[in-house]
């Protein structure tokens, strides 16, 4: 079977057909199918708040206001793509992802609003050790670690990958914070410091301080 | 582990990663494949290594699938 862009279509489980044979469809029957999407969306955003432990600091009204945006953005986003749903998956794990990726890009924007204050270049080097998961140990290695990294930030990232791996790694900034704060997308943003870590990561490798035991060509 | 080790762990790039676009238009075929049985994520090694490696994305693949076992 072809859809309308001839690309070869799955076959549609009953209960994917039927829900989009209800949101195709026209009056009481697309209203309940409408009433009924958006329960479930709203439903799958507030658990998944609760689930990212964002309860912690959103609760109440306001992450019941944050879950219903998330279902109303995502209902428009899902109708919008009706067309392109081919039944690769069931129609509600591809509608659920429309709400999953809102609730990520409504945190993001909220992450400001908790820091305002946040400056996304200004870092402190003396936390990378930490942020790699070493414990309080040898100072002095601590000490060369740090002045190595420096030295291969500097010497080989471009402004913006610096500017991006300082956010990231040493201010711990939410990829999402960064994609609302800079209008960007986060595949951008996680390839920047992808390319940032593997410049680096050639740099200590040319200048003795790590071996090259690379898995492939990374 | 030293913090050398820390390190070179840290910045290893899996040349297989396919990346945060490519991750997430497959994400709803690729938990569906999981929620049924967690060996078929081979089948989607550029996605598996994607979701290893980026946090983000790993969250909404966790999210993604707890949605989908509820309702099962």
Same mark, same amino acid.
């Given at each position: 079977?072809?859809?309308?862009?001839?690309?070869?279509?799955?076959?549609?489980?009953?209960?994917?057909?039927?829900?989009?044979?209800?949101?195709?469809?026209?009056?009481?029957?697309?209203?309940?199918?409408?009433?009924?999407?958006?329960?479930?969306?709203?439903?799958?955003?507030?658990?998944?708040?609760?689930?990212?432990?964002?309860?912690?600091?959103?609760?109440?009204?306001?992450?019941?206001?944050?879950?219903?945006?998330?279902?109303?953005?995502?209902?428009?986003?899902?109708?919008?793509?009706?067309?392109?749903?081919?039944?690769?998956?069931?129609?509600?794990?591809?509608?659920?992802?429309?709400?999953?990726?809102?609730?990520?890009?409504?945190?993001?924007?909220?992450?400001?609003?908790?820091?305002?204050?946040?400056?996304?270049?200004?870092?402190?080097?003396?936390?990378?050790?930490?942020?790699?998961?070493?414990?309080?140990?040898?100072?002095?290695?601590?000490?060369?670690?740090?002045?190595?990294?420096?030295?291969?930030?500097?010497?080989?990232?471009?402004?913006?990958?610096?500017?991006?791996?300082?956010?990231?790694?040493?201010?711990?900034?939410?990829?999402?914070?960064?994609?609302?704060?800079?209008?960007?997308?986060?595949?951008?943003?996680?390839?920047?410091?992808?390319?940032?870590?593997?410049?680096?990561?050639?740099?200590?490798?040319?200048?003795?301080?790590?071996?090259?035991?690379?898995?492939?060509?990374? | 582990?030293?913090?050398?080790?820390?390190?070179?762990?840290?910045?290893?790039?899996?040349?297989?990663?396919?990346? @945060?676009?490519?991750?997430? &238009?497959?994400?709803?075929?690729?938990?569906?494949? #999981?929620? +049924? *049985?967690?060996?078929?994520?081979?089948?989607?090694?550029?996605?598996?290594?994607?979701?290893?490696? @980026?946090?983000?994305?790993? &969250?909404?693949?966790?999210?993604?699938?707890?949605? #989908?076992? +509820? *309702?099962?």
């Amino acid at each position: 079977m072809m859809d309308r862009c001839g690309n070869r279509a799955a076959t549609l489980d009953d209960a994917s057909a039927e829900w989009i044979s209800a949101l195709r469809g026209t009056g009481a029957a697309r209203e309940a199918g409408l009433a009924r999407l958006h329960g479930l969306l709203v439903r799958v955003a507030v658990r998944e708040l609760r689930r990212r432990e964002a309860g912690a600091w959103i609760s109440g009204r306001e992450l019941d206001d944050l879950a219903h945006q998330a279902a109303d953005d995502a209902m428009l986003a899902i109708l919008g793509k009706l067309g392109s749903f081919r039944g690769e998956s069931r129609f509600t794990t591809w509608a659920y992802r429309f709400v999953l990726l809102e609730v990520s890009g409504k945190l993001g924007r909220h992450y400001w609003r908790q820091h305002p204050a946040q400056h996304l270049e200004a870092g402190d080097w003396d936390r990378l050790p930490d942020r790699l998961g070493v414990g309080p140990g040898d100072l002095a290695e601590h000490a060369d670690l740090v002045k190595a990294v420096r030295q291969a930030v500097d010497e080989t990232l471009t402004g913006h990958q610096r500017r991006l791996f300082v956010a990231v790694v040493l201010n711990e900034v939410p990829l999402d914070a960064l994609v609302a704060q800079l209008g960007t997308n986060r595949n951008a943003i996680y390839k920047a410091v992808f390319d940032a870590r593997r410049k680096i990561r050639v740099f200590l490798v040319a200048n003795g301080y790590l071996e090259d035991r690379r898995l492939g060509p990374s | 582990m030293s913090s050398w080790a820390a390190l070179e762990r840290f910045l290893r790039t899996d040349p297989a990663d396919v990346g @945060c676009e490519q991750a997430m &238009e497959v994400l709803h075929v690729y938990v569906d494949l #999981v929620a +049924a *049985d967690p060996g078929a994520a081979r089948r989607y090694p550029g996605v598996t290594a994607h979701l290893a490696a @980026c946090g983000p994305c790993c &969250e909404d693949f966790r999210g993604l699938l707890a949605a #989908v076992t +509820a *309702d099962r």
